[in-house]
């Protein structure tokens, strides 16, 4: 099957890449910032040229020459950006209006998009009335109404609160089993890559450093924001053998050997917590402090402080049961451990500057 | 109004003082003006049949004028704000001449263009045989002229300060400029438009060098209250203070209906 989108931005400095989805697909795009996120987002939706050797084509047709609203992209912003002049339903009826629909057409259009994302009562209310679920609820709608080739979200959640946020990706997954454009979705919470991704594209200085599956990246992230998004340990160093000099001091044991700059990635399930130097076959453990413990339903989440040696930040996840027993309250000391066999060590190409970011 | 630069102890008695002074320079004029006005004889100056035609005269001719402004100012502004074309610079210098230009030499100039012997006026009076100098169609003219840097400067601002995010939204939505324009820039932009409307307007209404030059001072068809009142100044001062007293009334209320539009719009 020939790809829907097959996209080729050339911009050094900013992004360069290509990228090719087939219909249905939604991939995530995550990436610390200026990792060319938006750069790639623009050019797709025509905002930004691709470059010399740069091209957008869909459903083999060049939209490369094409101005953006020649172009079939909805978009939908962090903010909604719904025009303050005009109700909820004449904002949606919009783009049918503007693509030639007459008027009434397009407000029927408008008011099953609205019925579609739960706010068909609020059709004849203004934008500054609305909460931010709402209006980015009508701001969906909007995009979705002028039936996109291509869906662009950039960070669409990422102002709401949690649970409307929770509510919205929901919704939004819902819809999107339907939908059989193509949804790039720019996003730094790993609940959207979860709810809604079927790739996940990592972008890192400006080009795509992985492009796979959300479980092989999980497995295998190949920077260290992929990591940290995914919810890994990270810990960065130089590998000799089976040894690795970490980054912020310390030392971390590999099952198999590497050489040279790697990624060190494992679980927090992995890490296992004790109140005294542990003895066992547990070849990494550090003494580190409690900073904070976060429950989540029966697992604490507990996040570690000054491990392995200077600075590095660890997470581990523990029982309530345990967390109990072992009084984790900020400011413990406690060992914390992880057998070599646990951690995963990749070689650190995009290690050097993705340090530190998040 | 809140103190500003709290902290930093009285404000010095010579700025004070002067600053007293400059206020006062500026108010006294318009408090003399008031003083000075013949009240008992009022009514029956301001409804003889020249001011009632003056009146009528500067109404309408400013309107045409301020539409005359929409019309050709509201592209060109749009134009100065959302599209980066060469000599940008050049075109923003040329609309601006005129506000710094002292009117009588707008009178003339516009004489140079329109003029029997004009650069446009020779042509169309041979053509169509029309003529515009010392006609209504020149007053307003002349006052185009001078108000419409007004327009479109302030209208400027206003196009610039509001969002481009919201334009490229609409055209995501699959709108062209121009739909753009008409259904979201200008709609976004309405207040700013009534504001400039409102200040090419008022600018027109006291326009008086530039309409006497190029379209003389003729009871009927090119008298405008500021001329009217040049004319009665010189036989009957009472009859002039009296007509000032309209035009200052008409002023303030524009400034009542501007209030903080005016300087938001400019800036």
């Known amino acids: 099957m020939s790809p829907l989108l097959d996209a080729r931005v050339d911009l050094p400095g900013r992004f360069s890449g290509a990228l090719t989805a087939s219909p249905g697909e939604v991939l995530a795009v995550v990436g610390p910032n200026g990792a060319g996120k938006t750069t790639l987002v623009e050019a ?12 957008v084509v869909v459903d083999d047709a ?51 998009w609205l019925e579609a994302l739960g706010v068909a009562d609020l059709a004849s209310r203004a934008p500054d009335v609305l909460s931010g679920g709402e209006a980015q609820r009508v701001a969906l709608a909007r995009a979705l109404a002028i039936e996109p080739r291509v869906l662009l979200l950039d960070e669409p ?32 919470d790993v609940l ?36 940290r998004l995914l919810g890994l340990n990270v810990l960065s160093g130089s590998a000799s053998g089976t040894e690795v ?43 580190t402090t409690v900073h904070r413990a976060v429950r989540r339903d029966q697992v604490v989440r507990v996040h570690l402080q000054g491990t392995a040696g200077a600075g590095a930040q660890l997470y581990a996840d523990v029982t309530r049961g345990a967390a109990t027993e072992l009084d984790l309250t900020p400011g413990r000391v406690v060992w914390a451990s992880v057998k070599a066999t646990e951690v995963t060590a990749l070689p650190a190409e995009f290690v050097a500057a993705g340090r530190g970011d998040r | 109004m809140a103190t500003a630069a709290p902290g930093l102890g009285r404000p010095p008695l010579r700025l004070l003082l002067a600053g007293g002074a400059g206020v006062a320079f500026l108010a006294l ?15 029956s100056i301001v409804t003889t049949s020249d001011s009632r035609q003056a009146l009528w005269l500067s109404a309408w001719t400013s309107t045409a004028a301020a539409a005359l402004c929409l019309v050709f100012g509201l592209p060109l502004a749009w134009l100065l704000a959302r599209v980066d074309f060469r000599g940008r610079r050049v075109v923003r210098a040329v609309v601006t001449v005129p506000m710094v230009l002292p009117p009588v030499v707008a009178g003339v100039a516009l004489l140079s263009a329109f003029g029997r012997h004009g650069l446009v006026g020779e042509p169309l009076r041979h053509m169509f045989g029309t003529q515009i100098p010392y006609t209504t169609s020149a007053v ?28 490229l939204a609409a055209a995501s939505l699959g709108a062209d400029r121009w739909t753009t324009f008409r259904r979201v820039t200008v709609p976004l932009a309405a207040p700013g438009v009534a504001a400039g409307l409102l200040l090419a307007w008022a600018r027109s209404l006291g326009e008086f060098g530039a309409t006497i030059t190029f379209a003389g001072n003729y009871p009927g ?37 501007l209030r903080d539009r005016w300087w938001g719009a400019l800036r």
């Open chain 1, 245 to 287: 000099e970490l980054d912020d001091g310390g030392l971390l044991v590999l099952a198999s050997p590497a050489q040279g700059p790697v990624l060190a990635t494992f679980p927090p399930s992995a890490v296992t917590l004790t109140a005294e130097a542990p003895v066992g076959s547990a070849r990494n453990r550090w003494e």
């Open chain 1, 44 to 55: 797709v939706a025509g905002i930004l040229d691709p470059g010399d050797a740069g091209r």
């Open chain 1, 192 to 227: 959207d890559v979860r709810a809604l991704a079927d790739r996940v594209v990592v972008l890192e200085h400006g080009a795509i450093a992985q492009d796979d599956t959300p479980a092989a990246v999980a497995e295998a992230p190949a920077t260290p924001h992929a990591a």
């Open chain 2, 221 to 257: 068809t090119t008298q405008t209250m500021p001329l009217l009142v040049y004319a009665r100044l010189q036989d009957d001062r009472d009859a002039a203070v009296a007509s000032s007293l309209v035009l200052f009334a008409v002023c303030m209320l524009v400034l009542l209906l």
């Open chain 1, 62 to 112: 060049d939209w490369t020459p094409l101005p953006p609203h020649r172009r079939s992209a909805g978009l939908v912003f962090q903010e909604h950006l719904l025009f303050p002049h005009l109700d909820a339903r004449d904002n949606v009826a919009f783009g049918p209006r503007a693509r030639g629909v007459g008027r009434r057409e397009s407000q029927r259009v408008a008011d099953h």
């Open chain 2, 29 to 43: 004029p318009l408090v003399a003006l008031v003083a000075s006005a013949p009240w008992d004889r009022m009514w």
């Open chain 2, 140 to 167: 307003v003219l002349a006052h185009t002229f001078v108000a419409m840097p007004f327009f479109v400067l302030s209208l400027e601002g206003a196009l610039r300060a509001t969002s481009l995010r919201l334009e």
């Open chain 1, 157 to 188: 959640f990422s102002a709401l609160d949690v649970s409307v946020a929770a509510e919205l990706r929901d919704l939004l997954a819902h819809h999107l089993r339907a939908f059989q454009g193509v949804v790039l979705m720019v996003t730094h």
